[in-house]
């Protein structure tokens, strides 16, 4: 059974749910309403046969001489009796009068038309003469219910002496044929609620589900590979409609992030290619024959030595960008800035040669940053300005602080970027034009290398270029 | 047999540009570098060139447009373009301005040669010859018979990728190694002894007792050196 409910479709088991709880709860609301009329119909009944009784019993009361102070020496005839039972019986409705033991001292009834009046009931009889005057049960006679009342005979009100207890029975026959009508009318009238109200649930809970189909099958679609399927936004502002529109949005991020992905991989593809065709070119033309030529084999080996230097380096880039891509690699110590610095000038003199390269010493600081990173950034800074600046052009290093932040600039006067250029500056293998006499072609992972870096230890890296003039890196990397 | 064919090739990287250059010059062509396409297309006006080896990732413009500017100033000697890009787009862009093949690298350099010589072939520039004659040796490469004095010998597929080597490059002196690397293939690891082997059958077969035909260098290999 609950693996049958849970096979159902949303829309089947929402609309079961809900049917069923309409079903209830309409049930309920008749159940009570009906309960509530019968009960409003008894006392009704009760009250009213008690009016009528009151004013026959006072009469007679009084006819028998029994409202007076002595009235109890006076000895009643069962006449007297018989005329009292008489008196308060009517078409729907017989009395008798009965002793403490149940038995029937006169009977009101007379006509066969009347109904029979029910045995005593002990029980409430001995209620009715211990005093209570607003007994009222139960009873049947042949399968007919019947609402019985019993009302003890006594002089005056709250005299103890009671004579004997007027049992009035009345059939509710009457009432119920009133109720029967009253409940099959209410009964046809919840059939058609529950059809309707069903009927006009599934259908709106089919509309409200109509968009999760739509977003179910755009899902199927993508999965397959279809990217750039979206779901249909409605105007909805319900949680479908948000959820549509989150998908949508999630959609865009990931197309976006999986075609960035496909771009970088078929870079590095290219990349690796680049080489590869010159280590087999070079490789085939040597076993060809150049091989026997000393001077041919001797530029090939060269060629390809480089060439396969270029492939680690290009790997290297490749694992250094994917390792960063961690922050848990990041291993930040402290560090006095002028003395690394100093450090990092020292050992930057087989890459400088001969070339200018000032340090402007900011403010004394220590900071928390990881040495290796940092020492790398300001590695390929300097190579890329050295790159692309003249021999005889400085290139200046300098530093601040900035709250929170340590700022570090390193300026060249070389060729700088355009706008356009420098808009991809970041861009994995995106490399700018190649000056005249520029050594080895990198492969454009520099930048890109370099900016995971300082974002790996929670800095920024943002580059000011003027064409022709030059280039400044400004790079910060927070203190702690 | 490769003579007065010159090959212009506009290629930037320096690794690609020495093998392709020391291969075709290998080869017997005449070759010509240019790093960039502005440079490649003086070239090409100052001096007539058989066929253009173009890659299209140059430092100061792409490979297309330099084709459609050589197309333009109306040359129209075939171009074999170098592309990295495996996607048809490219390849046909490269069609589409005016290069008469294409090659992806990383690519073979025999897959090269071949493209090379069909272009050649087929632009009417070389006219290349089923076949080869040397001596009274004549070498058919369309029908792979082979007859000495008119008389007709059988040899072994091996035995006859040896003659057709000697015969297009004679007196040309080849190490084991590159024999072996030639008719065997790159990536055969057996030794050279067997170079000798068939050497000796070929000059049975061909009737070259004492050694004149096919001669060995003692300490580097062989060379052919046909009667004249």
Same mark, same amino acid.
């Given at each position: 059974?609950?693996?049958?409910?849970?096979?159902? !479709?949303?829309?089947?088991?929402?609309?079961?749910?809900?049917?069923? %709880?309409?079903? $209830? !709860?309409?049930?309920?609301?008749?159940?009570?309403?009906?309960?509530?009329?019968?009960?409003?119909?008894?006392?009704?009944?009760?009250?009213?046969?008690?009016?009528?009784?009151?004013?026959?019993?006072?009469?007679?009361? @009084?006819?028998?001489?029994?409202?007076?102070?002595?009235?109890?020496?006076?000895?009643?005839?069962?006449?007297?009796?018989?005329?009292?039972?008489?008196?308060?019986?009517?078409?729907?409705?017989?009395?008798?009068?009965?002793?403490? =033991?149940?038995?029937?001292?006169?009977? /009101?009834?007379?006509?066969?038309? =009347?109904?029979?009046?029910?045995?005593?009931?002990?029980?409430? $009889?001995?209620?009715?003469?211990?005093?209570?005057?607003?007994?009222?049960?139960?009873?049947?006679?042949?399968?007919?219910?019947?609402?019985?009342?019993?009302?003890?005979?006594?002089?005056?009100?709250?005299?103890?002496?009671?004579?004997?207890?007027?049992?009035?029975?009345?059939?509710?026959?009457?009432?119920? @044929?009133?109720?029967?009508?009253?409940? !099959?009318?209410?009964?046809?009238?919840?059939?058609?609620?529950?059809?309707?109200?069903?009927?006009?649930?599934?259908?709106?809970?089919?509309? !409200?589900?109509?968009?999760?189909?739509?977003?179910?099958?755009?899902?199927?679609?993508?999965?397959?590979?279809?990217?750039? +399927?979206?779901?249909?936004?409605?105007?909805? +502002?319900?949680?479908?409609?948000?959820?549509?529109?989150?998908?949508?949005?999630?959609?865009?991020?990931?197309?976006?992030?999986?075609?960035?992905?496909?771009?970088?991989?078929?870079?590095?593809?290219?990349?690796?290619?680049?080489?590869?065709? /010159?280590?087999?070119?070079?490789? =085939?033309?040597?076993?060809?024959?150049?091989?026997?030529?000393?001077?041919?084999?001797?530029? %090939?080996?060269? /060629?390809?030595?480089?060439?396969?230097?270029?492939?680690?380096?290009?790997?290297?880039?490749?694992?250094?960008?994917?390792?960063?891509?961690?922050?848990?690699?990041?291993?930040?110590?402290? #560090?006095?800035?002028?003395?690394? #610095?100093?450090?990092?000038?020292?050992?930057?003199?087989?890459?400088?040669?001969?070339?200018?390269?000032?340090?402007?010493?900011?403010?004394?600081?220590?900071?928390?940053?990881?040495?290796?990173?940092?020492?790398?950034?300001?590695?390929?800074?300097?190579?890329?300005? %050295?790159?692309?600046?003249?021999?005889?052009?400085?290139?200046?290093?300098?530093?601040?602080?900035?709250?929170?932040?340590?700022?570090?600039?390193?300026?060249?006067?070389?060729?700088?970027?355009? =706008?356009?250029?420098?808009?991809?500056?970041?861009?994995?293998?995106?490399?700018? @034009?190649?000056?005249?006499?520029?050594?080895?072609?990198?492969?454009?992972?520099?930048?890109?290398?370099?900016?995971?870096?300082?974002?790996?230890? /929670?800095?920024?890296?943002?580059?000011?270029?003027?064409?022709?003039?030059?280039?400044?890196?400004?790079?910060?990397?927070?203190?702690? | 047999?490769?003579?007065?064919?010159?090959?212009?090739?506009?290629?930037?990287?320096?690794?690609?540009?020495?093998?392709?250059?020391?291969?075709?010059?290998?080869?017997?062509?005449?070759?010509?570098?240019?790093?960039?396409?502005?440079?490649?297309?003086?070239?090409?006006?100052?001096?007539?060139?058989?066929?253009?080896?173009?890659?299209?990732?140059?430092?100061?413009?792409?490979?297309?447009?330099?084709?459609?500017?050589?197309?333009?100033?109306?040359?129209?000697?075939?171009?074999?373009?170098?592309?990295?890009?495996?996607?048809?787009?490219?390849?046909?862009?490269?069609?589409?301005?005016?290069?008469?093949?294409?090659?992806?690298?990383?690519?073979?350099?025999?897959?090269?040669?071949?493209?090379?010589?069909?272009?050649?072939?087929?632009?009417?520039?070389?006219?290349?010859?089923?076949?080869?004659?040397?001596?009274?040796?004549?070498?058919?490469?369309?029908?792979?018979?082979?007859?000495?004095?008119?008389?007709?010998?059988?040899?072994? *597929?091996?035995?006859?990728?040896?003659?057709?080597?000697?015969?297009?490059? *004679?007196?040309?002196?080849?190490?084991?190694?590159?024999?072996?690397?030639?008719?065997?293939?790159?990536?055969?690891?057996?030794?050279?002894?067997?170079?000798?082997? &068939?050497?000796?059958?070929?000059?049975?077969?061909?009737?070259?007792?004492? &050694? &004149?035909?096919?001669?060995?260098?003692?300490?580097?290999?062989?060379?052919?050196?046909?009667?004249?």
């Amino acid at each position: 059974m609950k693996n049958l409910f849970a096979r159902l !479709s949303l829309r089947a088991r929402l609309g079961l749910l809900y049917a069923a %709880l309409l079903i $209830l !709860s309409v049930v309920l609301v008749s159940y009570y309403s009906y309960w509530n009329i019968w009960q409003l119909f008894t006392e009704n009944e009760v009250s009213h046969m008690r009016a009528r009784a009151k004013p026959i019993i006072e009469h007679w009361l @009084k006819e028998q001489g029994l409202t007076a102070a002595d009235s109890l020496r006076i000895k009643l005839k069962s006449e007297a009796f018989l005329q009292l039972a008489q008196d308060l019986t009517s078409r729907n409705a017989v009395a008798v009068i009965l002793d403490a =033991e149940g038995k029937i001292i006169a009977s /009101g009834k007379r006509l066969p038309e =009347e109904p029979v009046p029910p045995p005593a009931n002990i029980k409430y $009889l001995r209620q009715a003469f211990s005093g209570m005057n607003e007994v009222t049960y139960w009873s049947e006679r042949d399968g007919k219910p019947l609402l019985v009342f019993l009302i003890p005979l006594r002089p005056q009100p709250h005299n103890p002496k009671i004579f004997g207890v007027i049992q009035v029975s009345t059939s509710l026959a009457e009432i119920n @044929k009133i109720l029967f009508r009253h409940g !099959s009318m209410q009964i046809s009238a919840v059939a058609i609620v529950l059809i309707l109200g069903i009927l006009f649930g599934y259908w709106l809970i089919g509309l !409200s589900l109509k968009d999760l189909q739509n977003l179910s099958a755009a899902c199927q679609q993508i999965a397959r590979g279809n990217f750039s +399927r979206r779901t249909k936004t409605t105007q909805r +502002r319900d949680e479908i409609g948000k959820l549509a529109a989150s998908f949508n949005l999630m959609i865009d991020k990931l197309e976006r992030l999986f075609n960035s992905q496909k771009r970088f991989v078929a870079n590095a593809a290219h990349e690796l290619l680049t080489p590869l065709t /010159g280590l087999r070119g070079s490789l =085939e033309v040597l076993l060809r024959g150049a091989q026997d030529d000393p001077q041919a084999l001797n530029r %090939l080996s060269k /060629g390809m030595y480089k060439e396969v230097n270029r492939l680690i380096r290009v790997c290297d880039q490749l694992l250094g960008l994917s390792r960063l891509e961690n922050s848990a690699n990041v291993d930040k110590r402290p #560090i006095v800035l002028e003395t690394f #610095i100093n450090d990092f000038k020292q050992r930057a003199k087989p890459l400088l040669q001969n070339r200018l390269f000032e340090v402007q010493n900011g403010p004394y600081l220590t900071f928390n940053a990881d040495p290796d990173l940092l020492e790398q950034i300001l590695f390929n800074l300097l190579s890329n300005a %050295l790159r692309y600046s003249s021999a005889s052009s400085p290139i200046v290093l300098s530093w601040k602080l900035l709250p929170g932040y340590v700022e570090i600039r390193l300026s060249d006067q070389g060729i700088g970027m355009d =706008e356009e250029t420098l808009s991809h500056a970041f861009d994995p293998f995106f490399r700018g @034009k190649p000056s005249a006499g520029a050594g080895h072609k990198g492969a454009g992972l520099g930048l890109s290398l370099t900016r995971s870096m300082v974002e790996a230890q /929670g800095g920024s890296i943002r580059i000011v270029s003027t064409p022709g003039k030059g280039s400044t890196v400004f790079f910060t990397l927070p203190l702690v | 047999m490769n003579q007065d064919t010159k090959i212009l090739i506009i290629e930037d990287d320096p690794v690609i540009t020495e093998f392709l250059q020391t291969g075709l010059k290998y080869e017997g062509y005449e070759v010509s570098v240019s790093n960039t396409g502005a440079e490649g297309l003086r070239l090409l006006s100052r001096q007539p060139f058989s066929l253009l080896v173009l890659d299209v990732m140059l430092p100061d413009s792409d490979g297309f447009q330099v084709c459609r500017r050589l197309r333009d100033h109306g040359f129209n000697l075939p171009v074999l373009m170098l592309t990295v890009k495996k996607e048809v787009s490219d390849r046909v862009k490269g069609l589409d301005s005016g290069a008469d093949d294409y090659l992806t690298k990383p690519f073979s350099f025999d897959e090269l040669l071949a493209r090379i010589r069909a272009l050649l072939r087929r632009s009417g520039s070389v006219r290349e010859e089923a076949v080869i004659r040397a001596g009274d040796i004549l070498l058919d490469t369309e029908t792979r018979q082979v007859h000495v004095s008119g008389r007709h010998i059988e040899l072994t *597929p091996t035995e006859f990728s040896l003659l057709e080597l000697f015969m297009h490059h *004679p007196r040309r002196a080849f190490t084991r190694e590159t024999l072996l690397n030639r008719v065997f293939g790159y990536d055969y690891d057996g030794g050279t002894n067997i170079v000798d082997v &068939h050497v000796n059958h070929l000059r049975n077969k061909l009737g070259d007792a004492s &050694h &004149h035909l096919i001669r060995t260098l003692y300490g580097v290999g062989y060379a052919f050196y046909p009667e004249s």
